[in-house]
């Protein structure tokens, strides 16, 4: 039974035009003054960006000039919400100790670097479970958390919904909703979600934005729902394949792309583009994007 209180179209009569959070995922390797004068540059008002190295686990050292350049500079031209990425190789559930040990060191660090940043998000895959089950690795992603995550936080961690592939964990609702009642602090946790990967994993966000979003909020809720990352998928509904495309170039299309953007209970969110673009390709999506916003 849906949760009594929700109403889809709840916001759509406002008259006020909510801002639009729109960015992109950036290169880190210049630092966070290069990313926000970049983000300007393409058209946007916030950005993603990897912790660390993505295939790997190396991190820079810290450069506190940068950030704390970086943190009046955003203030003064209106940059929000941005989302910093965990790498991919941060598998929490693996059945591999020191891979497990890894995701710990790591994604402390991580949230250690982020508190200079305060008022901002962290993103990672929940995992692969490689064999050893959906629940065993439920288990180890929250157990993972409750090592991690400390009560003085300065950061919101959110869970990525996930397409499916191999032995994923969190392609379904209930499985991030499980990690989060198991979590100690799972008042802290929210979730992003990818619409690629929603697509993929067989929520029909094409033909059935609001059931999904229903389904969210009876499942979830969707004061967890924090951010968005708007792709398009090179596959099938259903595909559990993973292959993000350029927006109006997949299987969602511009129509559900708008749709989403513009419906009232996600317009407020922060959207970051990880299309499979170059700068130049991002500043064209980013400026459909906004002509498209209603």
Same mark, same amino acid.
């Given at each position: 039974?849906?949760?009594?209180?929700? $109403?889809?179209?709840?916001?759509?009569?406002?008259?006020?035009?909510?801002?639009?959070?729109?960015?992109?995922? %950036?290169?880190?390797?210049?630092?966070?003054?290069?990313?926000?004068? +970049?983000?300007? &540059?393409?058209?946007?008002?916030?950005? /993603? #960006?990897?912790?660390?190295?993505?295939?790997?686990?190396?991190?820079?050292?810290? $450069?506190?000039?940068?950030?704390?350049?970086?943190?009046?500079?955003?203030?003064?031209?209106?940059?929000?919400?941005?989302?910093?990425?965990?790498?991919?190789?941060?598998?929490?559930?693996?059945? $591999?100790?020191?891979?497990?040990?890894?995701? #710990?060191?790591?994604?402390?660090?991580?949230?250690?670097?982020?508190?200079?940043?305060?008022?901002?998000? #962290?993103?990672?895959?929940?995992?692969?479970?490689?064999? /050893?089950?959906?629940?065993? *690795?439920?288990?180890?992603?929250?157990?993972?958390?409750?090592?991690?995550?400390?009560?003085? %936080?300065?950061?919101?961690?959110?869970?990525?919904?996930?397409?499916?592939?191999?032995?994923?964990?969190? &392609?379904?609702? +209930?499985?991030? &909703?499980?990690?989060?009642?198991?979590?100690?602090?799972?008042?802290?946790?929210?979730?992003?979600?990818?619409?690629?990967?929603?697509?993929?994993?067989?929520?029909?966000?094409?033909?059935?934005?609001?059931?999904?979003?229903?389904?969210? $909020?009876?499942?979830?809720?969707?004061?967890?729902?924090?951010?968005?990352?708007?792709?398009?998928?090179?596959?099938?509904? *259903?595909?559990?394949?993973?292959?993000?495309?350029?927006?109006?170039? *997949?299987?969602?299309?511009?129509?559900?792309?708008?749709?989403?953007?513009?419906?009232?209970?996600?317009?407020?969110?922060?959207?970051?583009?990880?299309?499979?673009?170059? %700068?130049?390709? #991002?500043?064209?999506?980013?400026?459909?994007?906004? +002509?498209?916003?209603?």
């Amino acid at each position: 039974m849906y949760n009594e209180t929700y $109403d889809v179209t709840k916001g759509a009569d406002k008259k006020e035009k909510v801002m639009f959070k729109i960015g992109c995922h %950036l290169s880190a390797s210049k630092g966070f003054m290069h990313m926000a004068k +970049e983000i300007l &540059s393409l058209g946007g008002n916030t950005f /993603q #960006y990897f912790s660390r190295n993505p295939r790997g686990g190396a991190v820079k050292a810290l $450069d506190m000039n940068d950030i704390n350049e970086f943190n009046e500079f955003k203030e003064k031209n209106g940059i929000t919400c941005i989302l910093c990425h965990a790498p991919y190789t941060l598998n929490p559930c693996s059945k $591999d100790e020191k891979t497990r040990d890894f995701a #710990y060191r790591a994604m402390k660090e991580d949230l250690e670097r982020m508190d200079l940043i305060p008022g901002n998000m #962290y993103n990672f895959h929940p995992g692969s479970h490689v064999g /050893q089950g959906t629940e065993t *690795g439920i288990e180890l992603i929250a157990e993972h958390l409750n090592n991690v995550m400390r009560k003085d %936080l300065k950061t919101t961690v959110l869970l990525e919904t996930m397409a499916g592939k191999g032995s994923e964990v969190g &392609s379904r609702f +209930e499985e991030i &909703s499980r990690i989060i009642e198991k979590t100690e602090l799972g008042d802290m946790l929210g979730v992003c979600l990818d619409t690629c990967h929603v697509y993929d994993a067989g929520y029909d966000i094409v033909n059935d934005l609001d059931e999904v979003i229903r389904e969210f $909020d009876m499942i979830i809720g969707l004061k967890r729902l924090k951010a968005i990352h708007l792709n398009d998928s090179k596959n099938p509904f *259903g595909s559990h394949k993973d292959r993000h495309e350029k927006i109006g170039e *997949g299987s969602l299309g511009l129509d559900a792309i708008e749709r989403i953007i513009d419906h009232p209970r996600l317009s407020e969110l922060p959207f970051y583009l990880e299309t499979p673009n170059e %700068l130049p390709g #991002y500043k064209k999506e980013i400026a459909l994007l906004k +002509e498209m916003r209603h």
